[in-house]
């Protein structure tokens, strides 16, 4: 059972351009949402985060969005830069973390 | 401030060997969680540490998979025996707490099982 999915494996983005990441999932009980990118050969990092009593976080040229009714939330980066090439990981939060699959982002420059 | 560390790297062996991963969390840092990252998936927790005791194992294979926290700080997960399917990358991370939602991660071992 697939409590968060991102349906996205990949996404191309030009340099400068906006960059929207998706993620649905089902499981109520999340009490927080979380974003974490990870380059290769390193661990994941923490980026963004969002209450689920919310539905707009924003930090710089992030923001999360969360649409509870629909199960939704999306990540938005402007305006996007080669460094933020990276795997993203969507991720629910209630007694632990529940990773998607990941979404690989390439900027092209 | 030393991030979290990981060693091996990488490591292969056959099926039905052993194999054991060593994890240093972050200083202060309480809470220890072992994941298990197989190709194409998000990582998966195995197990949970606060200070030295256990507080998740419930999706520890434990016919085959055994951690342990001595003294509440290095951490050690073994395989025994392994098999194909536990081919993948075994990531450490810790955090202060046990209540918040930040981990930090260390680099993984890449562990292939042939």
């Known amino acids: 059972d697939q409590q968060v999915k991102q349906n996205s494996p990949s996404l191309s983005v030009q340099e400068g351009r906006i960059s929207i990441l998706n993620c649905d999932y089902t499981n109520s009980m999340f009490d927080y949402f979380l974003w974490y990118k990870k380059y290769p050969a390193e661990g994941p990092t923490f980026l963004i985060s969002?209450?689920?009593?919310?539905d707009k976080n924003e930090d710089g040229r992030f923001t999360v969005f969360l649409n509870k009714s629909a199960k939704h939330l999306s990540l938005h980066i402007v305006p996007s830069q080669p460094g933020d090439s990276a795997v993203y990981f969507c991720i629910g939060s209630a007694r632990q973390l529940t990773f998607g699959s990941g979404t690989q982002l390439t900027v092209l420059p | 401030e030393a991030g979290v560390a990981q060693s091996p790297r990488y490591k292969i062996i056959e099926k039905r060997q052993s194999v054991a991963f060593w994890c240093n969390p972050i200083?202060?840092?309480?809470?220890l969680y072992w994941y298990q990252q197989i190709l194409g998936q998000g990582p998966k927790l195995l197990i949970q540490f606060q200070n030295n005791g256990v507080v998740d194992d419930s999706q520890l294979p434990k016919d085959r998979f055994s951690a342990e926290r001595l003294k509440g700080v290095d951490s050690t997960l073994k395989i025994q025996p392994a098999k194909l399917e536990d081919s993948a990358v075994y990531l450490c991370?810790?955090?202060?707490?046990?209540?918040?939602?930040?981990?930090?991660f260390g680099p993984g071992t890449r562990l292939t099982v042939t």
């Open positions: 991370a810790s955090s202060f707490s046990g209540s918040g939602y930040e981990q930090y």
């Open positions: 969002i209450s689920s009593i919310k």
């Open positions: 200083s202060g840092h309480a809470t």
